[in-house]
């Protein structure tokens, strides 16, 4: 599993949801060769199914078109590696589950 994304990339609209600290406004090249501002910023705490992760990194973003593209329900947020490496991933493709743990031993 890959979602392609160097660190945590959330939508936009979390902005007024989660506590965070801003490290710095930066410029990203989109498709059509234009510059759009992104906000780039600390979560102080992440939690994925009991697992936390303290200060991860995170860029704020329109991810509305990945919604479209898949037609799928909304799309919030995608795991970035930078949260991804640092514990055991485990796909369950037949009952549709996905489990993560900082034990690799939990993993049945």
């Known amino acids: 599993m890959d979602t392609g994304a160097e660190v945590n990339a959330l939508d936009h609209s979390l ?4 506590n965070f600290k801003t490290i710095k406004d930066i410029k990203v090249n989109s498709t059509t060769n234009s510059k759009r501002g992104q906000l780039l910023a600390e979560i102080p ?7 936390e992760f303290d200060k991860t ?9 990945l919604t479209t593209a898949f037609g ?16 055991n991933w485990q796909i369950d493709y037949q009952n ?5 743990t900082d034990d690799f ?4």
Not at 15 to 18: F, G, L, P, Y
């Open 45 to 51: 705490k992440l939690s994925i199914d009991g697992i």
């Open 96 to 100: 549709i589950v996905v489990r993560v």
């Open 57 to 65: 990194t995170a860029v704020f973003l329109d991810l509305s078109g």
């Open 72 to 87: 799928c329900f909304p799309i919030h947020g995608l795991i970035g590696n930078n949260v991804m490496r640092k514990c």
């Open 105 to 108: 031993s939990k993993f049945k």
């Open 15 to 18: 902005t007024s949801q989660i």
